[in-house]
């Protein structure tokens, strides 16, 4: 028998798990399974604390943060960290692997902490200001201008070192192109 909340529910999940898989595709960088895990996860909890997600002044700040703690959460796994397999996977060849911008970024995204990642998804992905994101992410606002500073300028760094190595520069991957999605402005 489906009672009231399970119709409020429901009705939330159609309307906004689309954005959720999007926003934790960026959060893991690209991996799209561990990205529908961590829905999941965040689904989960709302359900189970759908009457304080109701109550809360802003429900889809309310539901990110909770997202950003279950990347959190997932990364602070033991099992996460070994993984043992009988066989090496084959290396891609530069000849038959193609590496698009789109995979560069996702690369340079993984090789950032979870908590920066975040920090610079909510500033530049959701648009939020540093205010809202230190919120979300509970911390300060200092803590956010200078988690996004450090990643941006991590970011910058590999996206010109990998355009560097190749003989012609990628399209979209030099700083100055970079820069409209990810400002290099000072925050």
């Given at each position: ?121 909510l500033r530049y992905f959701h648009d939020l200001s540093v205010a809202d994101t230190a919120e979300a ?51």
């Open positions: 028998m489906k009672t009231v909340r399970d119709e409020q529910f429901r009705s939330y999940v159609l309307d906004r798990r689309v954005e959720l898989v999007r926003t934790a595709t960026l959060l893991t960088a690209g991996d799209r399974h561990l990205a529908e895990d961590l829905v999941q996860s965040t689904l989960t909890q709302l359900y189970l604390a759908w009457p304080a997600f109701q109550r809360a002044r802003n429900p889809n700040a309310y539901a990110r943060r909770a997202l950003v703690n279950a990347l959190v959460d997932e990364k602070r796994r033991p099992w996460r960290r070994e993984h043992s397999t009988p066989d090496l996977p084959e290396p891609v060849s530069p000849e038959t692997g193609s590496s698009t911008a789109a995979d560069q970024l996702n690369q340079a995204l993984r090789e950032l902490p979870p908590r920066m990642r975040a920090a610079l998804v992410l509970g911390c300060t606002q200092g803590t956010v201008k200078s988690q996004t500073a450090r990643a941006l300028d991590r970011l910058r760094l590999v996206l010109d070192c990998t355009a560097d190595d190749q003989d012609a520069p990628a399209p979209g991957l030099r700083p100055t192109s970079f820069s409209p999605v990810l400002p290099a402005t000072n925050l």
